[in-house]
């Protein structure tokens, strides 16, 4: 057996020598997540997913979870370092730390909560360090540390196996588990314990990494510093591969079966490889060129769609290795932008920013499965703008004109004029350039070319035939030409916005299922012949709408790809739908977009950073639809948040929870699993109870609600695809309890308060209406009272009237009095004057015979003069006026004089001292003298006036 053994050894390693070093052509995308994203420590050691689709990772600062959108993290109990981590189907996630292990479960709520298991080892054997590995098989938990393995079963006993030196790994084929002590061997568990399988492993002084599969009792393993073994009946044979010298100079830290032929094995400076098997061959190699964080790979994890997951030294990486999209790089260490693209001959040829790449094609269905590596073709330097294949041969359009390509001879058909695109008419290939037209004619193999069609002499990058051998081609900004081709020139016809296309820039032409369309910024028109006008495409126009268009290409199936606002998508003619593939969002070259549908397993894109390759039924079949997770649901007051919902489904759901009436604002996480590619995934949500409808579909991974009223609600959130693929829904109900205020309790209070407030109201109207009858009374007294005020107010001013009237009588009687006391002074002053010119008038007279008659005059003047007639007129006048003043004031005093009298009259009626001295034939100081002396007579009182003092005396006799 050892002799089989050796010779089998020799033919693997004679074989080794034709092993080749190709790699696959396409490159998967890689999802770099660095610490500041997963907020752990750089160090992550393992990974796992659990049923529901939630990624957990071992950290240096705890267990971190990811559940497509959200990182959390969840430390350990005593804080340590968790090594290991394995999710099993009960739901538990169980962890090993330093010193500790146990499990993470959902409780209720949704929260992980831990539970340790240190409690449940025997006494005397708790004492361990870290926990390195974690293994489920039949039914029991494995935990392995450097010097026991701790054995779990499904009641919680944990039993102890030790090791002879150290245990330096445990890991499982799927079949059985196998752990390798370094001082005696590799032992696998069966039959209820752990038997000693193979020596020779310590023989050879080989140390697993890594158990890969289990085959017909064939174990391959992966060891640290010496490659691949199998392991057979104790025999250790080495599997040749092409990295062999490689992983001599590294160290193989894991490994993972990808496929029956593939397995993906992660070292510690050269990356991740991962290699075919028997064949021995590099399918792939990952590095830091390739887009990984780093080259040091501590754990590889495969997910449901063979997405691989990589925890670094630093960092944790996502490679998409299944995925349907990947790059094709001609140039690894210079990413080239990649303009056009073409299958020839069993060769891939890549037109480049920088010259022409091509690779031999395998016998794939999918070329970026091809293996295989590009060569650049000499004498290709420059822009490459197009690729056609014409009658068997492969042209190139350059920056410097047309070139024929046979493998990697390149030969000039048409120099120094660019050339953008080539369109068969007739027996003629028409060469779009920079400057206008070219033709080229192939006559037994060999092509001439007429430099310029004379007529127009515009860049023309677009050339479209349509069903009536009708050739159009169109500018940027210019418009779009009708070509009429003469013999060796041309004729053109412009359309622009005035024959009814949107604008006179952006439009571009194509050819859809035979005929000429133009793809402009307000959807696709047509030309119409009975107008000569374009307009709105009725066959295009109700599945495109008012897309702005780019790009237009029609593949075998009728299908149309496009290119709209720098998003790819494809328009399926049979279902009459759009798709769109986020996933190429913005990783195109914007303004000169190519689209190469060579077969639904090969659609080969434009890309700026080499040629992106779709392959469309792969793509198809892994968007069987998405899963919608429910993340965690905070809910607060204005002031604190609490976590109500962890975002962990467990296996035992709370009952509706009901909520304190001041948690009313709430928070609402939700994602996809990371398997489903969450760039292609929209969500809808409702809060029933408060939403009417599901909102419009959104990229966010969260919604919230303010300022709920009370009640039932049930929030509902699904998810979906580009494809159209729609989730079942994710739900979660809960109950907001009214304020004090808002319960019956508060409603029965009401009501009595109600009712005691309709008592009291009664009761108060019944006493305001008692007060109003009360205040009517009052007011029809105050009204009565008022009448009579005011009547005697009218009387008042009647009586005010009749005074002021009276008074004014008075005055005015005064006045009269005043006047006739003047008349009678005037009438003495007259009759003295004429007695003193009588008598003036007698002295002259020298005859006395008439003195005797003179004398009678005399005497009548002073008769006259001493006549009291008038003053007893004018006495009696007054005190009929005055009230017998004169007559009240003799009567108390009789001892006034007439002069006296008289003074007093003057007096009354408010006469001046001058008017009375004039009244009376005085002077004025005969008047104060009299004044005096009248006072004198009344006794009056220096402080006293004298017509106060006879008011007052007149009026008290009254």
Sequence with gaps: MKFIGHLLFLILLLVSTTLSAQQTIGLPAIANYDRTVYKGNGQTYDVTMDKNGILYFANNEGLITFNGSNWHLHPVPNKTRVRSVKATPDGRIYVGAQDDFGYFLPDKNGNLVYTSLKQNIPEGKRQFADVWNIAAIDGYIFFRTNNKIFRLDNKGKIDVTFSGMEWKIMGSSGKHLYAED???????????????????????????SAVLSESNDTLLVATIKNGLYKIYQNQVIPVVTAADEAFRNTHIYCGLQLSPTQYAI???????YIIDLPSGRILQQFTSNEGLQSNNILRIFSDARSNLWLTLENGIDNLHYNAAIKRIAPDKGNLLGAYTASIFQHKLYVGTIDGLYVSTLDNSPDISLSKGTFTRIPKTSGQV??????????LMGHNDGTFEINNTNVTPLLTDIGSWTYLPVGDRLITGCYNGLAAATLQQGKFTMKRHINGLYESLRFLAPDDADHVWSSHPYRGIYHLHFINDSLQFDLYTQKDGLPSNDNNFVFTLQGKMVAATQAGIYEYQPATNKFAPSKKWQPLFQQLPVQYLREDDKGNIWFVSANKVGLADTKANRIIYFPELTDHIITGFEFIYPYDDENILLAGDKGLIHLNYKKYNQQHIGPKVLMGAILTGTRRTDSLLYGGYPGTSTANEPGLPNAFRNFRFEFSSPAINQNSNILYAYQLEGYDKEFSEWSPKTEKEYTNLPFGHYRFLVKAKDNMGNISPLATYSFYIQPAWYQTWLACCVY????????????????????????????????LIVSHQLEMERHEMQLVKLRNEKLQADVQ???????????????????LSDIKEAFLEAIKKLSDPAPMPKFRKVLKLFEEAENNEDDWTEFSRHFDEVHNNFLLTLKKKYPELTTTDLKLCAYLRINLTTKEMAQTMGISVRGVETSRYRLRKKLEIPGETNLFDFLMDVTMAES
């Design 182 to 208: 370094n001082a005696v061997g590799l032992y696998r568990f069966e039959n209820n314990q752990w038997k000693l399988w193979c020596t020779s492993i310590t023989n050879q002084q080989l140390v697993i």
């Design 266 to 272: 992660g070292t510690f400076t050269n990356g991740l």
């Design 385 to 394: 703008w197009n690729l056609h294949v014409y009658n068997e041969h492969l």
């Design 751 to 782: 009501v009595l308060l109600l009712v005691l407030a309709g008592y009291l109201v009664y009761q108060r109207q019944r006493k305001r209406l008692a007060a109003q009858q009360q205040r009517h009374l009052k007011e029809q007294e105050q």
């Design 812 to 830: 005015h009687k005064n006045k009269e009095l005043a006047t006739a006391a003047m008349n009678i002074v005037q009438k003495g002053k007259t």
